[in-house]
């Protein structure tokens, strides 16, 4: 059988998803503003939000489900509302939980979903429920299906049609940990060997950082940053804190004394000295010599949870 990835030969575009200061709103309510995305070809795009930060309504316009109050969509280096018909047709998508006949089997349903699709393909279907890990689950009811089983239907529903562009929106949601384990399995596998542009958007920074190229974060519907994840990475740096009785007095010392000048005071009197490691011992000494109390000492690095809490000025992602 050949391949579901070499069954189209794909016109080579380096930008598959682009958005221009696009923008939905609700009455009063922003739901989406003014958002700058690029989605490049080839890679997983994790787009991370808070619920309710405006991932779903942007992933809803990217589709094609609403329409933006303004701004642009291109896909596949076209405007989105002027071939509408034509760039649908090489997506695939699970916006809502997945949708299915109980009282019907995986590939019963997917037949009725491949005719309305107008997908003629002789193994589409079987290919389809193979890629996904549910070929020995064909007999089944997919009323007995777990969640998990019925998100990894879903997206043999979206593959259905060889997509190039597939748009997952929070796909690990309710899944068990063995169902996010598989889930993530799968995502990589198509984006590695059947060569699918894949976004993604999630709540849950953890599983952003195992799966995506690059990344997008969106706060309050604006799109705060883009970025590689290995770039990203690269932003953690490792660094000594020290727990001290007097935090002003201390930063003046680390200036004054050491020269020290690349560290940050935190709260509860908590300061991270960025350069000078290996010293700690020295400016330790120095700082009880002056009266301060250093009741801990810590050699960390900075994680993405405490870059994603300054950027959103508050508490963790997820």
Request: hydrophobic share 40%; no cysteine.
């Amino acid at each position: 059988m050949e391949p579901l990835a070499n069954r189209r030969r794909f016109h080579i575009i380096s930008v598959v998803i682009r958005t221009t200061d696009l923008t939905k709103i609700y009455g009063n309510q922003k739901s989406v503003d003014h958002v700058n995305m690029t989605v490049r070809q080839g890679e997983i795009y994790g787009f991370l939000g808070r619920n309710g930060a405006g991932k779903t309504t942007t992933i809803r316009m990217l589709v094609g489900l609403i329409k933006p109050t303004s701004g642009q969509i291109e896909i596949f280096g076209e405007n989105l509302f002027a071939k509408h018909k034509e760039i649908l047709r090489r997506i695939g998508s699970i916006v809502e939980v997945p949708g299915f006949y109980g009282n019907l089997t995986a590939r019963e349903n997917l037949l009725i979903n491949a005719k309305i699709m107008g997908v003629h393909k002789k193994h589409a279907i079987d290919e389809t429920l193979e890629v996904v890990g549910l070929q020995d689950e064909t007999r089944k009811l997919v009323g007995n299906y777990s969640l998990g089983m019925k998100q990894r239907l879903g997206i043999a529903r979206a593959l259905l049609h060889y997509p190039e562009l597939l748009i997952l929106d929070e796909p690990t949601n309710g899944l068990d940990p063995i169902g996010i384990k598989e889930m993530r399995r799968l995502i990589k596998s198509l984006a590695a060997e059947r060569k699918i542009t894949i976004l993604i958007s999630s709540h849950i920074l953890s599983e952003i950082e195992q799966l995506a190229d690059r990344m997008g974060i969106i706060h309050q519907g604006k799109l705060l940053e883009e970025m590689a994840m290995d770039q990203l990475r690269q932003i953690n740096r490792k660094y000594v804190e020290f727990q001290v009785s007097n935090d002003n007095r201390a930063a003046m010392l680390l200036e004054n004394h050491f020269h020290i000048h690349d560290y940050e005071v935190h709260d509860e009197g908590r300061i991270r000295v960025y350069s000078h490691l290996g010293q700690q011992g020295q400016i330790n000494r120095v700082l009880v010599q002056h009266e301060i109390e250093v009741s801990r000492i810590v050699l960390s690095e900075d994680r993405l949870e405490d870059y994603f809490a300054k950027l959103v000025g508050g508490g963790a992602i997820g």
